[in-house]
């Protein structure tokens, strides 16, 4: 296989792993992304290479919209 069918493999793999895992792949996907977005909008310390301490806003925002994605999850709310 050359690096371009690898590539693709790998998009269709990660693809049909965050589709077919809900909760379990896109709920903590989307909390990581938000709280990246949060971090860089209010200059917070980012990253999951820090520790809690070091990046509470951070963590805080990727807890927060874990427990909202899955509530609603459980509620049967759709979120579209």
Same mark, same amino acid.
């Given at each position: 296989m050359?690096?371009?069918?690898?590539?693709?493999? +790998? *998009?269709?793999?990660?693809? =049909?792993?965050?589709? @077919?895992?809900?909760?379990?792949? /896109?709920?903590?996907?989307?909390? #990581?992304?938000?709280?990246?977005?949060?971090?860089?909008?209010?200059?917070?310390?980012? +990253? *999951?290479?820090?520790?809690? =301490?070091?990046?509470? @806003?951070f963590?805080?925002?990727? /807890?927060?919209?874990?427990?909202? #994605?899955?509530?609603?999850?459980?509620?049967?709310?759709?979120?579209?």
């Amino acid at each position: 296989m050359d690096a371009y069918a690898l590539r693709e493999f +790998g *998009l269709i793999s990660v693809c =049909r792993w965050h589709c @077919g895992n809900g909760i379990a792949g /896109a709920v903590p996907i989307l909390a #990581g992304g938000s709280a990246y977005a949060m971090a860089e909008t209010f200059t917070w310390r980012e +990253g *999951l290479y820090l520790k809690l =301490r070091q990046a509470w @806003g951070f963590y805080g925002v990727i /807890a927060f919209s874990t427990v909202l #994605g899955a509530t609603m999850n459980f509620l049967g709310i759709n979120p579209i």
